[in-house]
């Protein structure tokens, strides 16, 4: 799990409770088509595992 997860936003955090959109912040993600490279670490995934419907991951190496 040494890899990169590269993570773009695709809905918007707007009605969404505040702690999911302090997880969008915490990875690196603020608007709509936002991309970030993130590494692949336990963390990550779990913060991942909390808004997969605002997210979508392109590339995942596992």
Do not use: F
């Not at 955090?13 to 912040?25: Q, V």
């Not at 670490?41 to 419907?53: A, Q």
């Amino acid at each position: 799990m040494s890899e990169n997860i590269i993570v773009r936003q695709t809905r918007s955090g707007i009605g969404a409770k505040p702690k999911t959109r302090g997880t969008l912040r915490a990875l690196g993600l603020g608007r709509i088509g936002a991309t970030n490279t993130l590494p692949d670490r336990p963390e990550i995934r779990g913060m991942l595992r909390r808004v997969p419907h605002l997210v979508e991951i392109e590339s995942d190496v596992s």
